[in-house]
């Protein structure tokens, strides 16, 4: 596998090698001693979701406050622009985001670590996204920021129509709001 690491040196931009030929392809998406050897990651994960979503839908900027999880996601049908924000205040990276295009075509990853917000922008018709986590989901800890502050100024793609979001995303706090929490 190919580790790059982002904008945010520990969000880690993964690529495995795939083999493949007139019959299809195959790789391992996760193999835990080969993970811990290529990026220094020692967490264990607790928990996989997969959820599907629609083109244009927005889901993010999500973190928690009590229990962070990290999340290594992937997406295995369609494509995403995905976003990791770190809001570690004692980090020479707080406040800047990273993200990345990961796609059922390029089979990339993203390692986002514990204590960064985290969402996605659906690019294709429909995209289905699979996420393993380090930490149990705690929904009386989850908190929002939201995807358009402008302190964070946020690149997303451009899109016909606004994005669309759940009620939670759409109350999202500002970036300094959240940080203030």
């Known amino acids: 596998m190919k580790i790059t690491p982002c904008a945010i040196a520990d969000v880690l931009l993964i690529e495995p090698r795939v083999f493949g030929d007139e019959r299809g392809f195959f790789y391992e998406s996760f193999n835990q001693r080969a993970f811990y050897a290529a990026t220094g990651v020692k967490l264990p994960f607790v928990q996989d979701n997969h959820s599907k979503s629609a083109k244009g839908v927005l889901r993010g900027l ?103 979001l759940s009620a939670k995303d759409a109350a999202g706090l500002s970036f300094l709001d959240a940080c203030s929490d």
């Open 62 to 164: 999500h973190y928690q406050l009590h229990h962070p999880q990290g999340k290594l996601v992937r997406v295995v049908a369609g494509a995403v622009f995905d976003v990791a924000v770190d809001i570690r205040p004692d980090s020479p990276t707080f406040g800047q985001w990273a993200g990345e295009v990961l796609s059922a075509d390029n089979k990339r990853q993203l390692w986002v670590p514990p204590g960064l917000a985290h969402g996605f922008l659906v690019l294709s018709d429909s995209a289905e996204f699979l996420y393993k986590t380090t930490d149990y989901y705690a929904p009386e800890h989850e908190r929002c920021i939201a995807w358009n502050d402008p302190t964070l100024a946020i690149q997303w793609p451009e899109l016909d129509e606004p994005p669309q």
